[in-house]
């Protein structure tokens, strides 16, 4: 379209999917097509279809009728090019010469990544590289700094809500303590939403290391005033107070014996030790990340979307796009890039939770 800044971008996902990539991507795509007569290229499997040179155009019929679909119809990979060096990997520097070049060959004037905080770090490091990059923060972990939401982590939150929810009932009715491991390696925010949403009388968040004496006395006590089950929602990265002493290399030996499943199975036998008490697991694992995104999802990753082909008209590159309390707006992407948005500990929901009594571990 005469005045725009772009003519034919391409645009990839990139990292762990989550509901709403393709509402996303539908969103980037309707508004540059539709409005600004854009060309589409689409990227497969993220950072590697840039490498590989795996890519099509997208055609209309290619974005339509995807708000509702789950996961991502270009694909997805982990791939950092930046990243080091596996045996049978390209180098770094033939990485980022394929990139060029496949950004010259398909003529690109910008590439829209839609991606994580990995992803994100590495949409900065291009940008240095002279390339033009427009980014859009998704993920169900919700642990994207600059941004006060990420697309998918409503959806996961209300996923794992239901499933604690359920697990109320056959609690209740066993008088057992049903542990539910959910995902966030690095922050807490779902396990802190979803456990504040589903009345967990535990929630454990790696920015608060657990003592387990602390969980022990609470669950104890819930038992003395009736109330024979418990709900102990934890993220997968949360840690015991020993473990949050140790160095990182301790950390990773620990997880890395063959006999260490994951958190909440660990936590399942420290409880049942220490308290006597019957324990069962529910791990949410990957349903958290699939099927349809909720309305709330679907909306958000319309707003990023089209603010993206805006940003794409006006050449105004280089920028993540970002909810920032109820404006949508551009961030650079360096002021972004590798930085975590961990709960914070004076954060509000923390005191919200512990006056209803919830125990944090600590
Ligand atoms: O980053 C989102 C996430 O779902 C994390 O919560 C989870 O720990 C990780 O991805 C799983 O990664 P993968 O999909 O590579 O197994």
Known sequence: MKGSATNTFGILTSGGDCPGLNAAIRGVAKAAY?????????????????????????????????????????????????????????????????????????????????????????AALLKEQGLNIIGLPKTIDNDIYGTDITFGFHTAVDIATEAIDRLHSTAHSHNRVMIIEVMGHNAGWLALYSGLAGGGDVILIPEIPYHMDSIKDHLKNRAKSGKQFSIVVVAEGALSYEEYKMDKKQLKQKRKDPGYQSKAYELAKDIEDKTGMDVRISVLGYLQRGGTPSPYDRVLATQFGTVAAELLYKGEYGNMVAREKDDIIAKPLEEIAGKLKPVPQDHILLKNARMVGTCFGD
């Open 34 to 122: 539709g409005l600004y007569g854009m060309k589409i290229i689409g990227i497969n499997n993220g950072f590697k279809g840039l490498i590989e040179d795996d890519t099509g155009i997208l055609k209309p019929e290619d974005f339509s009728g995807i708000l509702t679909r789950g996961g991502t119809i270009l694909g997805t990979s982990r791939e950092k090019p930046f990243g080091k060096v596996k045996d049978n990997d390209f180098s770094v520097d033939m990485k980022l010469d394929a990139i060029k070049e496949n950004y010259k060959k398909n003529n690109l004037d910008c590439v829209v990544m839609l991606g994580g905080n990995g992803s994100h770090k590495t």
